[in-house]
């Protein structure tokens, strides 16, 4: 339990400095962080082309055999073998350590395992590397919720939403957590 929160409190600092302009991903360009800010508004009306333009971006590591593991990950999970998925992105977590999407994808087959503690660090490694991965946010969230853990997972909820305030089932989530834990907006 103390790990959790201290993983929680790491993973909210890292947040807050992310948003205030600290940029943890320099490899990240500044047509992203254009992407990034056009997301986070919430007037913008074609926010589902601007995320996938910054998931593209996201999932190109530098290397094409690295790239490739990522795609037979994530067609292993499309095709619902969590084993093979799990193959294939933990070599490409060996082999790319600072590679966000590999430690996000790699999360999404633990997760799908029920496998709480590994997906979660493999999320906080996502969330090291890219503070602003608003699908690793998301899956922390969803992972707190489940296990229990509607404060915390509420308030990761609220960073989701300061990055990527278009997604109707959040709202929903944000909505239900708050009745449940009487919770208020951040």
Request: net charge negative.
């Amino acid at each position: 339990m103390g790990t959790l929160r201290q993983f929680f409190k790491c993973a909210v600092a890292v947040f807050l400095l992310a948003v205030g302009g600290f940029h943890a991903c320099a490899a990240q360009e500044v047509d992203v962080e254009a992407l990034l800010a056009e997301l986070a508004n919430p007037e913008t009306r074609n926010w589902q082309s601007v995320e996938r333009r910054i998931s593209k971006e996201w999932s190109r590591s530098g290397s094409a055999s690295m790239d490739l593991l990522l795609q037979r990950g994530e067609k292993a999970m499309e095709a619902e073998d969590y084993e093979a998925a799990l193959e294939h992105l933990t070599a490409l977590t060996d082999h790319a350590p600072d590679f966000a999407a590999g430690w996000n994808a790699r999360a999404t087959a633990l997760f799908h395992q029920e496998l709480w503690g590994p997906a979660m660090q493999d999320l906080a490694r996502a969330l090291e590397l890219n503070p602003r991965h608003f699908e690793a946010l998301t899956g922390l969230a969803v992972i707190l919720g489940q296990t229990g853990k509607e404060d915390e997972a509420l308030q990761v909820w609220h960073m989701v939403r300061a990055l990527h305030p278009h997604r109707p089932e959040m709202n929903e989530a944000i909505e239900a957590l708050e009745k449940r834990v009487g919770g208020e907006a951040l």
